[in-house]
């Protein structure tokens, strides 16, 4: 996973790290958004479709291990769950491959729970998150150029009952390559075997300050948690380089396969949380980056942060 040798994404990319820094203040090895989170090991089981269309190991061998962090937004670790600033909520998925040169490899689809994001690209995300650390976003919202942040800031989102009842979705398009070369454009879904379920705001409110956590985790000790991972596929004339064009809902979906999380991690799970740096960029034969340029400012932002975090 490298760092940007464009320095206009790379001086973006760190912008916005240390902007949401200035936001949130979190404190030394947290991360400046979605700092509380949760790591859970599992499995990751393929339909026959995925291997038709990606020739990615993940995609083509029986099964691959999986670790999974479910997150709340901010970068306020002790964030109350009934807290509505937690929403979205985060999903990174890291499916662990078998190791290429002697060397471990994976690959990490990235997801939260509203089919949204304040920005088209890196600088539009960045002026949104300054206008927050300057309490400025009514005026910033108020801006007609401003639509996608608007977008983003009034789509719905509740607080999910649990952390494996919402859907979780990846921001940007990807490319996925078959045996024949075949590309096709795709947004990655990420949805529970149980079922979406949200609670009002009112019962929100009367929720405990770790209820989606410890409620996952009680789950968990009784059997595994499950979800679909599911791609929208694009036709043509569906924008791929700008996340906030959406396709229509209409479009064919296929099921790539079942996500299986049966165990919390439990050992020293901060320091766990602290080492591990997902990265936005598919960076494995099979799967490739589609032509977004907010998914290179997002990978640069996570290396820096990553790096920060664990030098802390």
Known sequence: MPLSVDSAVAKT???????????FH????????????????GSFVPTPSASLLSVAPHFTLPSVPI??????????????????NGNPRGLALRFHLPDTNGRRAHTDIIAHSVDAFPGKDGAEALAFFTAVREGKVPEF?????????????????????????????????????GKDGKKTNVRY??????????????????KGPDFLYEGLKETVGKG????????????????????TKKWPEERKTVELGTVTLDEVVEDDPVA?????????????????PSDDPLLEV??????????????A
Request: glycine fraction near 8%; hydrophobic fraction near 40%; charge should be negative.
């Open 189 to 206: 879904r990420v949805v529970p075997d149980k079922g979406v379920s949200v609670l009002t705001d009112e019962e929100a409110k009367g």
């Open 298 to 311: 997002r990978a640069h932002a996570y290396l820096v942060s990553g790096r920060e975090r664990r030098a």
């Open 26 to 41: 979190p404190p030394p090895g947290f991360r400046p958004v979605h700092a509380k989170g949760i790591l859970l090991t």
């Open 272 to 288: 766990a949380a602290k080492k591990v740096i997902f990265d936005p960029i598919p960076r494995v034969d099979g799967v490739e």
């Open 224 to 243: 595994p948690v499950s979800f679909k991972l599911v791609v929208q596929v694009g036709e043509e004339g569906d924008v791929t380089s700008d996340n």
């Open 13 to 23: 990319g760190e912008d916005l790290v240390h902007t949401l820094k200035d936001i």
């Open 141 to 177: 919202l108020g801006a007609p150029e401003n639509e996608n942040a608007r977008t983003f800031v009034f789509a719905p989102k509740p607080t999910p009952r649990g952390l494996e009842t919402e859907t979780y979705f990846a921001v940007n398009a990807f490319v996925l390559v």
């Open 67 to 84: 670790l999974a962090r479910f997150s709340s937004s901010t970068g306020i670790p002790a964030l109350p769950d009934s807290d509505p």
